[in-house]
């Protein structure tokens, strides 16, 4: 990928739709360290930060593609937040159990599940979880590559509320990478279409039906002119 | 695996039997009775020396067993270290510790382990360093695989990502993750390591006598064999035995861990 550039306004939910194997991922992945870029140049509130180290592990957090995945099996529920807790310092020693509890059941993971490890636990209680640990770190961004893709429909549909929730409640700027445009419409307010390793598109979602150019574009609002049904929400991709 | 664990804890149960019964001490010589055969009062006969083959069998085990434990761990004191910053460190560091140990794999293992005996004179304390020196590398590397490996995780960056130090991270997610797969090739390990031991002992430049070891007891009846061959039969079959044992657990361990979800170890 060459000459790139993306802003995510405060509070604002931007999403990133392209082709698999455009670079979303690697893009998204930049951002918290995970991936080194070449060059370039990465700024949270205008300040060049070094992502992965310092601050910036803490205010920009990452929502991975299989919440399963990304748990410790060697921690419960309660555990992987308390992590995030401990690891950040937030909140005095004491009142750390509580503010993990409160932040699990905030997302609907009910105390009997909290003891559980992931194995025990579904995809959807997996990704709350996860979910739950990226909140306890009190990040001014979120990034969730795919946050919807290892999931079943009906699944998906209660992460969608969540996460609409959680924009709601919390204000939280967040990022949302896709190959699928139909998740993105009940959540972004801004597109960005990735082809070619560039950013092709770059529009406000009400207006992406009617105004997008760029023939990805336009193959994705034709992915919407059916009503929302499982199977649009389950990933009507776009294929080369 | 069951098998193996069985013909452990055997050689365990013969081992401490050994020190308690009435039979003759190991060392004891009977000229009278040399090379004799299996009898009442000697089960397993005796040796060129007329000393109880029994007696020194079990003497042997903890002799035999203990100095490929005690290389085990000499050798996963070096490697387990080594392996892990090699791992965890990456870059410059992975590379010189990588070249390092391939540079003393680049020696066929007996042969340099056959150097350091002979620049520490034989004994049982120099084959063990001796074996130690040539083992580590290769399993050095194996952990280094395995640290790589268990690093690439998901959960292991995500840990990070949300906050664990890294020693947090190394102790509480990586180092869990590789000691199942560990188990294993220190199980595999050992039975090398034995049969190792066992070879330099029998080349004479292992344990010296008197000491009882089977290795050693195998070198002492090669002249005899023709004469007396319970004298290599009992060591010969005692080293198989152990060697069996602890390739059963090992294979068993691997395929116990293959059964479960790589996340769940």
């Given at each position: 990928?060459?000459?790139?550039?993306?802003?995510?306004?405060?509070?604002?939910?931007?999403?990133?739709?392209?082709?698999?194997?455009?670079?979303?991922?690697?893009?998204?992945?930049?951002?918290?360290?995970?991936?080194k870029?070449?060059?370039?140049?990465?700024?949270?509130?205008?300040?060049?930060?070094?992502?992965?180290?310092?601050?910036?592990?803490?205010?920009?957090?990452?929502?991975?593609?299989?919440?399963?995945?990304?748990?410790?099996?060697?921690?419960?529920?309660?555990?992987?937040?308390?992590?995030?807790l401990?690891?950040?310092?937030?909140?005095?020693?004491?009142?750390?159990?509580s503010?993990?509890?409160?932040?699990?059941?905030?997302?609907?993971v009910?105390?009997?599940?909290?003891?559980?490890?992931?194995?025990?636990?579904?995809?959807?209680?997996?990704?709350?979880?996860?979910?739950?640990?990226?909140?306890?770190?009190?990040?001014?961004?979120?990034?969730?590559?795919?946050?919807?893709?290892?999931?079943?429909?009906?699944?998906?549909?209660?992460?969608?509320?969540?996460?609409?929730?959680?924009?709601?409640?919390?204000?939280?700027?967040?990022?949302?990478?896709?190959?699928?445009?139909?998740?993105?419409?009940?959540?972004?307010?801004?597109?960005?279409v990735?082809?070619?390793?560039?950013?092709?598109?770059?529009?406000?979602?009400?207006?992406?039906?009617?105004?997008?150019?760029?023939?990805?574009?336009?193959?994705?609002?034709?992915?919407?002119?059916?009503?929302?049904?499982?199977?649009?929400i389950?990933?009507?991709?776009?294929?080369? | 695996?069951?098998?193996?664990?069985?013909?452990?804890?055997?050689?365990?149960?013969?081992?401490?039997?050994?020190?308690?019964?009435?039979?003759?001490?190991?060392?004891?010589?009977?000229?009278?009775?040399?090379?004799?055969?299996?009898?009442?009062?000697?089960?397993?006969?005796?040796?060129?020396?007329?000393?109880?083959?029994?007696?020194?069998?079990?003497?042997?085990?903890?002799?035999?067993?203990?100095?490929?434990?005690?290389?085990?761990?000499?050798?996963?004191?070096?490697?387990?270290?080594?392996?892990?910053?090699?791992?965890?460190?990456?870059?410059?560091?992975?590379?010189?510790?990588?070249?390092?140990?391939?540079?003393?794999?680049?020696?066929?293992?007996?042969?340099?382990?056959?150097?350091?005996?002979?620049?520490?004179?034989?004994?049982?304390?120099?084959?063990?360093?001796?074996v130690?020196?040539?083992?580590?590398?290769?399993?050095?590397?194996?952990?280094?695989?395995?640290?790589?490996?268990?690093?690439?995780?998901?959960?292991?960056?995500?840990?990070?990502?949300?906050?664990?130090?890294?020693?947090?991270?190394?102790?509480?997610?990586?180092?869990?993750?590789?000691?199942?797969?560990?188990?294993?090739?220190?199980s595999?390990?050992?039975?090398?390591?034995?049969?190792?031991?066992?070879?330099?002992?029998?080349?004479?430049?292992?344990?010296?006598?008197?000491?009882?070891?089977?290795?050693?007891?195998?070198?002492?009846?090669?002249?005899?064999?023709?004469?007396?061959?319970?004298?290599?039969?009992?060591?010969?079959?005692?080293?198989?035995?152990?060697?069996?044992a602890?390739?059963?657990?090992?294979?068993?361990?691997?395929?116990?861990?293959?059964?479960?979800?790589p996340?769940?170890?």
């Amino acid at each position: 990928m060459r000459n790139i550039g993306l802003t995510v306004g405060q509070g604002e939910v931007v999403g990133l739709i392209g082709r698999s194997g455009a670079g979303k991922s690697t893009l998204a992945r930049c951002l918290v360290g995970l991936e080194k870029p070449s060059t370039g140049d990465i700024r949270l509130n205008g300040a060049s930060i070094v992502p992965g180290k310092g601050t910036a592990r803490r205010q920009l957090q990452y929502l991975w593609q299989d919440p399963v995945q990304s748990l410790s099996p060697y921690l419960s529920a309660h555990g992987a937040v308390m992590e995030a807790l401990n690891g950040f310092s937030i909140g005095s020693p004491n009142s750390r159990k509580s503010s993990a509890s409160a932040y699990l059941n905030d997302l609907g993971v009910t105390p009997d599940m909290q003891g559980r490890r992931p194995h025990a636990l579904s995809g959807g209680q997996c990704q709350r979880v996860a979910l739950a640990r990226a909140i306890a770190a009190d990040p001014q961004v979120l990034i969730l590559d795919e946050p919807l893709s290892a999931l079943d429909f009906s699944t998906r549909v209660q992460a969608i509320e969540l996460l609409q929730k959680l924009h709601r409640e919390t204000g939280l700027a967040m990022l949302i990478v896709s190959h699928d445009l139909a998740p993105l419409r009940h959540l972004a307010s801004r597109i960005l279409v990735l082809d070619d390793a560039q950013i092709v598109e770059d529009i406000r979602m009400e207006h992406f039906a009617e105004r997008a150019a760029h023939k990805l574009s336009r193959a994705y609002v034709r992915t919407l002119t059916a009503e929302p049904t499982a199977d649009s929400i389950d990933g009507n991709s776009i294929s080369d | 695996m069951t098998f193996g664990i069985f013909l452990l804890f055997g050689f365990a149960i013969l081992a401490l039997a050994g020190g308690t019964s009435n039979l003759p001490p190991p060392e004891k010589m009977d000229l009278l009775s040399r090379l004799a055969g299996p009898s009442e009062r000697h089960l397993l006969g005796t040796d060129h020396l007329g000393r109880d083959l029994l007696s020194r069998l079990l003497a042997a085990i903890p002799v035999s067993l203990g100095a490929a434990l005690k290389t085990m761990a000499a050798i996963l004191a070096i490697a387990l270290p080594w392996g892990l910053i090699s791992g965890l460190a990456g870059g410059r560091t992975d590379m010189v510790m990588m070249r390092l140990a391939d540079i003393v794999m680049a020696f066929p293992t007996l042969v340099l382990a056959l150097a350091v005996i002979g620049f520490m004179g034989a004994s049982l304390e120099a084959s063990i360093i001796g074996v130690a020196v040539a083992w580590w590398p290769s399993n050095a590397r194996l952990i280094r695989a395995l640290v790589l490996s268990a690093n690439e995780r998901d959960f292991v960056k995500a840990s990070y990502l949300a906050g664990a130090s890294r020693r947090r991270v190394i102790f509480r997610h990586v180092l869990p993750q590789i000691l199942p797969p560990l188990a294993v090739i220190v199980s595999l390990e050992t039975a090398s390591v034995l049969l190792a031991l066992s070879s330099l002992s029998f080349l004479g430049i292992g344990a010296q006598p008197p000491m009882p070891e089977w290795g050693a007891m195998l070198n002492e009846a090669r002249p005899f064999f023709a004469h007396a061959p319970h004298m290599l039969i009992a060591p010969g079959l005692a080293v198989v035995c152990a060697v069996l044992a602890f390739n059963l657990v090992g294979e068993g361990l691997r395929d116990l861990l293959d059964k479960r979800r790589p996340y769940q170890w």
